[in-house]
């Protein structure tokens, strides 16, 4: 094992070899699914195929309006349901299956994604050979499921402060798929934000970097990210105006004046990618600009501001 950042570990072979386990802690794979009758099984079926065999799914259905939860309970009588009455956000949905979760490790997949089957025997062994690290992540596929191309996603934040990083890009971790994490950290640092849709989990990586907890970097791929290019051109909008959120959200908050610039500097380069939407509307648009006016003033009697 070596390290690059302070904060970043990379795990070697070594650190994740299944024999070196002395104890099989259990493992709580979480799924939080809305209308994803078609597509959930393959997500389960890859839980089972797993090499490491002591977890228990919890699967939450965030107020679907198909058949998942029927389909769940007659295919899959093993897997805990929890339902929500209403559409409310996985962070919602992925909270309720934290407070319910009975292993000391947390795992979460999204239901249109599949793991490797090695993918928890790997994660666990990490995360027992490195105690310091609260979190590990790994590398994913990121599959079109309507071309069928595939792209390897690989993180290189171990080049870089990864709250920078954060505050200044998107996330060094492409989907929360690939992450498993101490269930103490939930109890110690909270639970996701429910405030937030879609940027719920950068806000978590940024709390627990900040409260000083190392995450374990496992630089091979082990998930399949499946995605549809309608969804991702539907979506960009919709992240874009998440990450804006995230970003006002953090300002406020902190109280480091470096990383409120880092921040500011992240608004900015989101607000201008917003604008830059074809599909925007007139009024959206002036919303936009007047919210990129107003914190670029703000700031910059604080000497923060953009350069």
């Not at 950042?5 to 709580?28: C, E, F, H, M, N």
């Not at 292993?103 to 994660?123: H, I, K, M, P, R």
Request: proline share 3%; hydrophobic share 40%; glycine share 4%.
């Amino acid at each position: 094992m070596n390290s690059q950042s302070p904060s970043i570990l990379i795990a070697k072979r070594p650190d994740y070899d299944l024999g070196q386990l002395k104890s099989r802690p259990l493992v709580t794979v979480i799924i939080p699914f809305y209308n994803a009758r078609g597509i959930i099984g393959r997500a389960i079926e890859s839980i089972k195929k797993q090499t490491y065999s002591e977890y228990e799914i919890i699967a939450v259905d965030d107020g679907s309006t198909d058949s998942g939860m029927e389909y769940l309970s007659r295919s899959y009588p093993e897997v805990r349901l929890f339902s929500l009455k209403s559409n409310r956000g996985t962070s919602v949905a992925k909270n309720l299956g934290v407070i319910n979760s009975r292993g000391s490790l947390l795992a979460f997949l999204d239901s249109d994604d599949t793991w490797d089957e090695n993918y928890l025997s790997y994660q666990v062994t990490v995360l027992s050979c490195m105690p310091s690290c609260g979190l590990s992540f790994s590398d994913c596929l990121l599959i079109s499921q309507d071309t069928r191309k595939k792209i390897i996603f690989k993180s290189d934040i171990v080049k870089n402060d990864p709250i920078r990083f954060l505050l200044l890009n998107l996330s060094f971790i492409r989907t929360l798929s690939t992450v498993v994490i101490r269930k103490t950290l939930f109890e110690d640092f909270g639970l996701f934000n429910e405030r937030l849709r879609l940027t719920e989990d950068r806000d978590l990586y940024i709390r627990l970097l900040e409260a000083k907890v190392k995450f374990c970097y496992l630089p091979i791929i082990i998930v399949d990210k499946f995605q549809r290019q309608e969804s991702l051109m539907s979506d960009s909008l919709a992240h874009l105006n998440a990450a804006v959120k995230l970003l006002i959200l953090y300002l406020k908050k902190s109280k480091s004046l470096q990383y409120k610039r880092y921040a500011l500097i992240g608004l900015d380069r989101r607000i201008r990618e917003v604008l830059a939407q074809d599909s925007l509307s007139f009024m959206s648009r002036f919303s936009f600009f007047v919210m990129l006016m107003y914190y670029r003033m703000k700031y910059q009697v604080l000497g923060i501001g953009v350069k």
